[in-house]
């Protein structure tokens, strides 16, 4: 049965408010109204569509934990992290990432996500890149969203090394993975 404007506009902001990451889409499906209705909602109700709520939580979030780039320079947006252990990242495959004649994404830009995201995991001001293992698995396409999910699996504080694994998932189908041998300042 279908709610009135404002019965929905009021489930509306409680269930965005419970899932920040919920899409215009999984909304318009919950409420059986279509996603032009919610983007009209949330404009009512001036609240930001997914990207920016999103970007929101992560600026306040991690401003003061990301120590080794600033976060405007991580490729993708940060949605967890923990210091010199794990961290995942999204990423939305735009226009401007692919390629026009046939839309798969331009492999620099997977790249970037999980290499940025290898960087941003350190707990370390210094943070650089010394070698990388990677692997695309699969072609990713235009409007797919990439979840980037990184593990610290060795510190070596005399080599000044830090050793993580990224792993690229599109719906829960890997399509890069990467070893990146990180290179950190010994005087944490």
Do not use: C, W
């Not at 419970?18 to 889409?25: A, C, K, R």
């Not at 947006?77 to 010199?84: N, S």
């Not at 940025?116 to 890149?129: F, G, K």
Request: no cysteine; glycine share 2%.
């Amino acid at each position: 049965m279908r709610k009135s404007k404002k019965e929905r506009q009021k489930l509306l902001t409680s269930t965005i408010e419970n899932n920040l990451f919920i899409t215009d889409e999984d909304l318009a499906e919950k409420f059986q109204v279509s996603v032009q209705t919610i983007r009209l909602d949330r404009l009512e109700l001036s609240i930001p569509e997914l990207r920016e709520r999103i970007k929101t939580v992560a600026e306040k979030r991690f401003e003061d934990e990301v120590r080794s780039l600033p976060l405007e320079e991580v490729i993708g947006e940060i949605i967890d992290i923990e210091l010199d252990h794990s961290a995942i990242s999204i990423f939305d495959v735009k226009e401007e990432h692919v390629f026009r004649r046939n839309n798969i994404a331009r492999g620099h830009h997977v790249f970037a996500q999980a290499n940025s995201l290898a960087v941003a995991v350190i707990n370390d001001e210094l943070a650089l890149t010394a070698k990388a293992n990677i692997q695309f698995k699969r072609l990713v396409k235009l409007n797919e969203r990439v979840i980037a999910k990184a593990k610290v699996t060795k510190i070596d504080e005399n080599a000044g090394r830090t050793f993580v694994e990224v792993t690229s998932f599109v719906n829960n189908e890997t399509v890069f993975t990467g070893e990146f041998e990180m290179y950190r300042s010994k005087n944490r």
